[in-house]
């Protein structure tokens, strides 16, 4: 049995261990919907800018246009970050983790704010203990920067 992917795919499947934690092979491990966690940083602030969801289609496209495509679970489709509100994300670097079920995208966004809301990160805001024992969210960045 090849690890390599059949003829027409881009991923492989079905690694053994050893081989999926210390190969050169990139087998991703989609869950049970298709899909795979991704967390997207800044390339050069190393600033963690947002979480998302990337299906086959959407990693295979990020690989071959250098851009960052995800997957809305939300609207059930394709999303090339940045086609509607100008947050392009060229990827300078993709990783998997140890068991490659996770992808971490490396990027320099090509205009400012990475989240929908408008602030540069979609983790613009940190949890708090209170007094009482409950949690509350406190405002890491104030100003957004996009609209």
Not at 41 to 60: I, P, Q, R, Y
Not at 103 to 132: E, T, W
């Amino acid at each position: 049995m090849s690890n390599r992917p059949p003829p027409g795919q881009m991923f492989a499947t079905n690694l053994d261990k050893e081989v999926l934690e210390e190969g050169e092979i990139f087998a991703p491990s989609f869950d049970e919907n298709g899909l795979i966690p991704t967390i997207t940083m800044h390339a050069e602030t190393f600033e963690v800018l947002m979480f998302a969801w990337m299906n086959e289609d959407s990693l295979a496209k990020t690989l071959k246009s250098g851009e960052a495509w995800y997957w809305s679970r939300s609207r059930n489709e394709l999303w090339h970050k940045g086609a509607t509100s100008g947050q392009i994300q060229k990827v300078t670097e993709i990783r998997t983790d140890c068991d490659q079920d996770v992808v971490l995208l490396k990027v320099i966004p090509q205009s400012p704010g990475a989240c929908h809301v408008g602030y540069n990160s979609c983790f613009y805001r940190s949890i708090q203990m209170n007094d009482d024992g409950t949690a509350r969210l406190m405002f890491e960045e104030t100003e957004k920067v996009a609209k």
